[in-house]
């Protein structure tokens, strides 16, 4: 088992395909590293030497899930990169089971903390951002602290977005969050 961080591929690993599919079966919470080892058909010292815990193989877990989500950053605008981002987070069979059944950890890395998945998400929108900036589509500034106002903008579209959907639509709520981001990176 090649240790956490040294993985060449981490969107081809076994273990993190095993934890998905038992989070998608039975929630964070009710997920232990004895069933994902065995889903992954490996031991579970073999687990437990990269993960001592379910909490950090999770969060290595939503890492992988929401990067290759916004891997569209690499390639997109940030304002387009964003907002669909956010429609196909809102759908992401992951994302929803989370947000349906274990909301609660959420909470620290919406009031307290980043995570790693943050990090993660924040070094893709600051690239995307300084990519705008040299080719004249988004406004001076430093791209850290306008990549962490995106963030932020888009964070509260995906999660409380569902609580103004009446009258609303989700591409109501998609159109708003594109004129806002429009109007904030605009030169």
Do not use: C, N
């Not at 962490?148 to 969050?177: H, I, K, N, R, Y």
């Amino acid at each position: 088992m090649i240790p956490a961080g040294d993985d060449p591929d981490p969107a081809a690993d076994p273990v993190l395909d095993a934890a998905r599919e038992v989070v998608l079966a039975v929630g964070v919470r009710r997920t232990t590293l004895t069933e994902v080892a065995r889903r992954a058909g490996l031991s579970r010292m073999t687990i437990y030497r990269r993960w001592p815990d379910v909490r950090g193989l999770v969060a290595d877990l939503m890492t992988r899930e929401w990067t290759r989500v916004a891997g569209r950053f690499a390639t997109e605008e940030p304002v387009a990169a964003a907002v669909a981002t956010v429609r196909a987070l809102r759908g992401h069979p992951l994302w929803r089971k989370i947000v349906e059944v274990d909301p609660e950890l959420l909470l620290p890395y919406l009031l307290r903390r980043r995570g790693s998945s943050h990090e993660a998400m924040l070094a893709l929108v600051e690239a995307a951002v300084a990519r705008g900036q040299e080719r004249g589509t988004v406004r001076p500034g430093d791209p850290a602290r306008l990549a962490g106002a995106v963030m932020l903008t888009a964070q509260s579209f995906l999660l409380s977005g569902p609580t103004m959907l009446v009258p609303l639509t989700q591409d109501d709520l998609d159109a708003e969050l594109t004129a806002l981001l429009e109007r904030y990176l605009r030169p």
